[in-house]
């Protein structure tokens, strides 16, 4: 059995204000949607990651009204000190926060993110026991050289190596996304047999390293391009276990089809 995570990705979009505003109206279009549908039949785990400044208690708890855990898009390896921009793993599990992004590939892309401060990132959120989802994926031109498992086992090796051969126990949940760069904000998901084939090659990736009880428990998500029209064919996937929305995720009718599903 594992885990199903549906999260959203808000990257820098929305402050404090339209988050409020976004959380009061997904707890209205859930309810509209499901009136006597008790908390406890809210199985899957539902995180939205809103830009840092979006995280404050009165967010949390708006979100918690909707059965929506907020995460942070980034963390550092060290607990403080000299590193402008980044954030505090420890502190924001003080202000209660639990889930963390690692690794998205706009980190990559962007901030220079490697797989090496990746990993260091990784290491950080399991030692304050914090769920995380960690992104992997190919682009476009590796697709089309041919290079895709090859370049999703090199980032899934940074991720394995933090492991040790071990799914760490606990409560805090660690997931694994596939997201293809050619897939985000493009319009072009994966199909569904597509994200199925390379969620299939790192579930057995991963087996290798972990054994196969650890590797089916792990939750492997997909992201780029999900919508509230595709998200069910792509869950129907026997490896796909969650999705990690972008840009539908910003529009709470959209985001809670996505719940429902
Ligand atoms: P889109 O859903 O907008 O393609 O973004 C996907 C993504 O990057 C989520 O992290």
Redesign the pocket.
């Known amino acids: 059995m594992r885990t199903r995570v549906l ?3 808000w ?1 820098m979009n929305f402050g404090p204000a339209e988050a409020l505003a976004y959380f009061t109206e997904l707890e209205k279009q859930l309810n509209a949607r499901a009136p006597s549908a008790p908390p406890s039949q809210v199985a899957a785990c539902r995180v939205i ?1 809103p830009p840092a400044y979006a995280l404050g208690p009165e967010i949390q708890k708006a979100a918690a009204r909707a059965h929506v855990k907020l995460g942070a898009q980034n963390l550092h390896w060290e607990e403080k000190g000299a590193f402008t921009g980044e954030l505090s793993g420890a502190t924001l599990k003080s202000i209660g926060i639990e889930w963390v ?1 690692i690794a ?3 980190r990559r892309q962007f901030f220079g993110e490697t797989d090496e401060t990746a990993a260091k990132r990784l290491s950080r959120a399991l030692t304050l026991k914090l769920s995380v989802i960690y ?1 992997v994926g190919e682009t476009l031109a590796e697709r089309e050289a041919g290079l895709t498992e090859a370049v999703l086992a090199r980032q899934l090796d940074a991720f394995l190596s933090v492991l040790r051969g071990k799914l760490p126990a606990g409560p805090a949940i660690l997931s694994l ?1 596939y ?1 293809p760069v050619w ?5 072009k ?1 994966a199909t569904p047999d597509q994200a199925q084939q390379a969620h299939a090659f790192l579930r057995k990736k991963t087996a290798v390293s972990l054994g196969a009880d650890d590797a089916g428990r792990l939750p492997l998500l997909y ?5 509230a029209e595709n998200a069910a064919a792509l869950l129907a996937k026997s490896d796909i276990d969650g999705v ?6 910003l529009k709470p009718d959209q985001f809670a089809r996505i719940l429902e599903t």
């Open positions: 999260a959203g990705n990257k990651f992004l998205h590939s706009e992104c996304a997201e897939a985000i904000g493009t319009g998901t992201g780029g391009s999900v919508t990690l929305v972008g840009g539908a995720s």
